[in-house]
């Protein structure tokens, strides 16, 4: 089955710096990678996905790549604002069946500092 | 409020106790997912519904815990015989049948002592 790998475990960065988090995935029939944002004690809300037939995908700070063929996908996130500070989670479509579940990285917490 | 929305969103029971919790998806969504969230990592796939047909149940999903959509609207997750290892998040999730986006409620927090 799909397996997910999420890298770091946890950033700091200066407000105004970017962040990067990246993630690997091992099933190549996966075609759906969003990612997720989860304040302390909040829902995961989706923030950006990317689908297999682009490379690239941006809304206004955040940007997402897609790499198939290395089967890995990375967020960035520029100009950094202490309110982007929660826990990042990347996810992938399984590739098997229709369901469409998703499997979930072990998360990226990130801590802008003012 | 036309978001996912989970009830009750807190649950303290004691050990060997049934629980049951509630989903309520967007309205026009007729996917619903449950995952499963321990603290410090990503959610886990529980169990999926297709409308009121459950099509697919993790491995995770023992004996003990059953699902329900029975309208295809709200689902409900009943955990019988609680453990303390079941203490996690419960989130719900959402989505269009031809859409990839889900969309996740709030979740339900239970702490079995």
């Known amino acids: 089955g799909e397996n997910v790998e999420q890298h770091p475990s946890t950033l700091s960065v200066q407000e105004g710096d970017s962040a990067v988090i990246k993630c690997t995935y091992s099933?190549?029939?996966?075609?759906?990678f969003p990612w997720y944002k989860q304040e302390l004690g909040k829902r995961p809300q989706l923030i950006i996905d990317i689908r297999s037939n682009v490379g690239e995908k941006k809304d206004q700070r955040i940007a997402v790549t897609l790499n198939k063929t290395a089967k890995h996908f990375s967020l960035h996130i520029t100009e950094t604002q202490p309110e982007d500070s929660a826990v990042y989670f990347c996810?992938?479509?399984?590739?098997?069946?229709?369901?469409?579940?998703?499997?979930f990285g072990q998360g990226t917490t990130l801590q802008v500092k003012p | 409020d036309t978001g996912v929305s989970q009830n009750p969103r807190h649950k303290i029971t004691k050990r060997g106790q049934n629980v049951t919790f509630r989903c309520d998806p967007i309205s026009e969504h007729n996917r619903l997912y449950w995952y499963r969230q321990t603290l410090g990592q990503g959610p886990e796939f529980l169990t999926y519904f297709q409308n009121e047909a459950q099509l697919e149940k993790s491995r995770l999903l023992s004996d003990r815990f059953s699902a329900e959509r029975p309208k295809g609207s709200f689902s409900t997750l009943e955990i019988q015989r609680t453990e303390q290892g079941d203490s996690a998040m419960y989130l719900c999730?959402?989505?269009?049948?031809?859409?990839?986006?889900?969309?996740f409620g709030p979740g339900t927090r239970l702490t079995v002592t």
């Open positions: 999730a959402s989505s269009l049948n031809q859409g990839n986006e889900q969309y």
């Open positions: 996810a992938a479509k399984d590739g098997s069946g229709n369901t469409g579940k998703l499997i």
């Open positions: 099933d190549s029939a996966s075609n759906y």
